[in-house]
């Protein structure tokens, strides 16, 4: 089990190969992985909430659905999407397709744990130290 330093150090050393001008956090579980990387990074910070799952992990509905309204315009932005969690890949894909199709200039991803553009780790039986 990683401990919440140890993330916290491995996302302040993680690089990227391009620019970005806003975070956007996956709202619920991407929000403290994506405040870290924004703390880094210094960009604009918003939030995504997708609904797909419930606290037990286990699926609310067959597709993720948009659960508020989005807050901000996209448009012409250069996004980073982070999640702190990829299984499917369903609630990635879906908050990646609402944000270019809302006029992102371009939207990559980034995952603590499972596949993604930029992915973390990718560990099986992984546990969050920031979950309660």
Partial sequence: MYTFDELK???ADY?????????VAVANGGI??????NQRLGLDF?????S???AGQRPMY?????????AFDPAGRHILLVEDRVK?????????RLLLDAGAAGVRTFAVNGPADYPLLDVP????????
């Fill in 9 to 11: 150090r491995l996302i």
């Fill in 88 to 96: 499917t890949g369903a609630s990635l894909a879906f908050a990646r």
């Fill in 125 to 132: 039986c992984f546990r969050f130290p920031w979950l309660l």
């Fill in 46 to 50: 918003q939030v995504v909430k997708v």
């Fill in 62 to 70: 067959d597709s993720p659905r948009l659960a508020a309204p989005l």
């Fill in 32 to 37: 403290i992985p994506a405040a870290l990387l």
């Fill in 52 to 54: 797909l799952r419930d």
């Fill in 15 to 23: 690089r990227f190969d391009e620019t970005f001008d806003t975070v």
